[in-house]
Structures are given as C-alpha cells and as structure tokens.
C-alpha cells in the first residue's frame, strides 16, 4: 500500500500522528542535488547521526528519511537511495521518527475498534515494518468484527508467510555459524505437470471436427476399435466395409469414437497440431498476460498464492500450458463459482479479476505482491483486446463442457490450504 493511499485512508486525526509524507513531498517539492566532493566548500557539521527522521518544512509539509547529516546550512536526508540537500532556511526542526510500537500506540488510540478499513490500514503499515506480532494482533481483531474480509485474511495469510520466511532466515543464519543446530532447510515443492500423454488426451477432447488439426490413428487402433464395437451399427458389417472404414481419415475415425462414447480409444489418436482452442489459449492468454502477471512469483506463482497456485517454470513448454490451463479449468471460488464461465465468458472471474476492481464482477482482492507494491489490475477494460482475445478462446473450447479424464492434484503452496479434487469422467 503507498504512503499516499495510507495517509488518505487513515483521515486527519491519525495522519497528524503519522507525520509521514516521503516520498510525496520528496517528489513535489524536495530536488535531489549533487553534494560536492570538496568537503572544504562546507560549513561544519552541526551534528552527526543516524536512523530514520521527520524534517518538518516552515510552510508546514514534511518528509521522511534517514539522516545523512546535518550543518547550519543544509539538512541531507536520504530518500529511496537518493541524498537530498534540504535548505536550512526552510526547515522549521528535524525530529528523529519514534520507535514503531510508540507511533503504532499513538495511531491506533485515534482509530475506533469497529473501523475495519482504517484498521486494515494500520494493520499493512505495521507489516511494512515488519512488526508482524502487532499486525497479527490487529488483523485477528478485524476478523472477530468482520470474519469474511478477504482483504484481512489475504493480509494475515501474508504476514504468516513473513513469519515463516522470517524464522527460516534465523535458522540459516544459525547454520552457518554451526551446523548442527540447523533444522532441515525448508525447500519449494517440485510442481507436478502434466504427462505427455494427458496433454494429448486434452487436445484429443478439444478437437474442432469442423476445422480438426492434424491426426493419426494407427491401423491396429483401428481394427481394435471395430472388433471391440463390431456388433454396433455404426460399425460395417461387411469385409469391404471395414476395410473401407479403416482408411478413412483420422478425423473420421476419431468422430467415430465420439459418437460410440469409445472414451478408452480417445488417448490412442495421436494429436499432431494445436486444436485451435488451445492455441488461443497459448497465445492470447497464458503467453500474453497470464504466465507474466497472474503466475508471477509475486502472486499466484509463489508460495504465498492461496489456494490458486500456478505454474511458471519452462513458461512456453507444453506441460506448463496445459497444466495451468487445467488448474484453471477445475479451480472453484469459495462459494463454489468456476473461474471460467463457458456459458457467458466475460463473466468469467478469471477475466474480471483482471480487470479494474471498479469495472469487475469479481473484484480482486485488495493484497500486496511485494512488500512495496500493490496488486495492479492486469486488463484496462473490457474493451481492452487482451479482454475481447480471451472472451474468443473461451467461446473456441468445445460445448458442451467435457469433464477431462485426467487425474491431476495440484500442489499446495500453504500448509493446510486444500488441493482441488480430481474430477471424473466425462460424456464426449
């Protein structure tokens, strides 16, 4: 969350107590200036010191930063990295910032206990200063005023993870000073993909007959196939006749396995070319945005995703494509709603969440993918092409819906956080 956002949600009464206005003011009124090498040139130091202050300015703004040093000529803070010379003549006093705990006191004795958004404000700038402990404390009383505020639970699913984090840096730390007090090295589960084999059975189930890619059927498949439906009335009768079926082409026969329901041959039809579906979905969403944003490890690639964890390692290979679009197929929202809605595809929380939070359907919740940045949505608007380009892979995938016979679990990020149940066969 910025300081900005912070300073106009928190209101007048905690912001007089927060007097923190960096990198706003820094910007608007505060111009980085060379500091001259030759020491010679300068009035000597007034004072020397270190740790974080607040300048108050005469015409009342002030701004944040670690002291650099000060003289009876200039103050130099040290904003984002950048020394910043400040006029002595239109500082009014240079004070250090109070320790976290007492501005925290302070701010959060002017904030009522029954004020969710200005506590979940408090709560994120206690996690910007990694006073988790307080945040925690914060947060869990939120959700006994509020149990079902995303924005709280997200916040705390993320301030555990800093805590996790936080503990596995002190045993590393340990471990390198003496080994035998380490703990076993927490370490990223391997993300399970899909098997060659099941790829090809998903591009089997989304094959266009009307615009079919390239296949191949063997002639053993084939004779298998009639000899198991030889009483079918689909199936000839005749010797000609099945040796005239046998050399249709694969197209045919795999439509002839669709209409017998032959579901046990469909993995036998070797998919040679992309069904125009998935290469939509390649294209126009999993290379254009999703695998970029979405699957970044600051969101929904990292360990801190929630229950919505995708894969971005090998981003163009196959076995990552096909295993995030089945992650995606088979994901449900809490209240059991599909992120893709295939009857009306703009709808879907898939897209909506990428959208605008005061555009969508579905807005994303409000949460941080970094410690300094906040969630940004990754589509403009619905008439943003990325949007529209998604709208027609979803409309190019096959109706009605098949339910993919594909056995997948997919792994889960945070200890206790289920995974999606497989899901059974279906009827193509």
Not at 79 to 88: P, S
Not at 200 to 208: A, G, P, Q, R, S
Not at 345 to 361: K, T, V
Not at 398 to 424: A, C, H, K
Request: glycine residues 4%.
């Amino acid at each position: 969350m910025s300081l900005t956002r912070t300073m106009a949600r928190l209101g007048g009464g905690a912001l007089a107590l927060l007097g923190l206005a960096a990198v706003v003011a820094h910007a608007a009124f505060a111009r980085p200036q060379p500091i001259p090498q030759d020491s010679r040139a300068q009035p000597a130091p007034e004072a020397v010191q270190s740790g974080p202050v607040i300048v108050h300015f005469l015409d009342g703004r002030r701004i944040e930063g670690d002291l650099v040093r000060q003289d009876p000529a200039e103050v130099v803070v040290r904003i984002a990295g950048i020394d910043t010379v400040l006029n002595r003549r239109d500082i009014l006093r240079v004070d250090p910032v109070p320790p976290v705990e007492e501005h925290y006191r302070r701010l959060r004795a002017v904030i009522r206990d029954d004020d969710v958004e200005q506590l979940l404000v408090l709560a994120d700038w206690l996690r910007d200063r990694e006073a988790y402990a307080l945040a925690l404390e914060e947060l869990a009383h939120i959700l006994s005023v509020d149990p079902a505020n995303a924005e709280a639970q997200s916040l705390k699913l993320q301030v555990e993870g800093q805590i996790k984090l936080r503990a596995e840096s002190a045993r590393h730390a340990r471990a390198e000073e003496d080994p035998a007090d380490a703990a076993p090295r927490l370490r990223r589960p391997e993300f399970p993909v899909l098997t060659p084999d099941q790829i090809n059975l998903l591009k089997v189930y989304e094959v266009d007959l009307g615009d079919p890619p390239r296949l191949s059927v063997a002639r053993e498949t084939v004779d298998e196939l009639m000899h198991t439906y030889a009483g079918h009335e689909l199936i000839p009768q005749s010797r000609e006749g099945r040796a005239a079926l046998a050399r249709r082409p694969a197209s045919q026969i795999l439509e002839l396995m669709f209409r017998l329901k032959a579901r046990d041959f469909y993995g036998r039809v070797s998919v040679e070319e992309e069904p125009r579906a998935f290469k939509l979905f390649r294209e126009n969403v999993h290379r254009a945005w999703l695998v970029n944003s979405c699957a970044s490890n600051a969101c929904h690639g990292g360990q801190q995703a929630g229950r919505l964890w995708l894969n971005n390692e090998s981003q163009n290979s196959e076995r990552t494509i096909y295993t995030n679009f089945l992650i995606l197929e088979r994901y449900r929202l809490a209240d059991g709603t599909p992120l893709l809605n295939y009857q009306a595809p703009a709808d879907s929380p898939l897209l909506q969440m990428a959208l605008p939070r005061e555009e969508s359907l579905y807005p994303h919740p409000l949460v941080k993918t970094s410690r300094t940045a906040a969630w940004r949505p990754v589509i403009g608007s619905v008439d943003d092409q990325r949007f529209l380009a998604a709208v027609e892979w979803l409309n190019a995938m096959y109706r009605p819906r098949p339910e993919y016979p594909v056995t997948y679990s997919p792994p889960s990020p945070t200890d206790g956080v289920p995974t999606m149940p497989d899901t059974p066969i279906g009827e193509r």
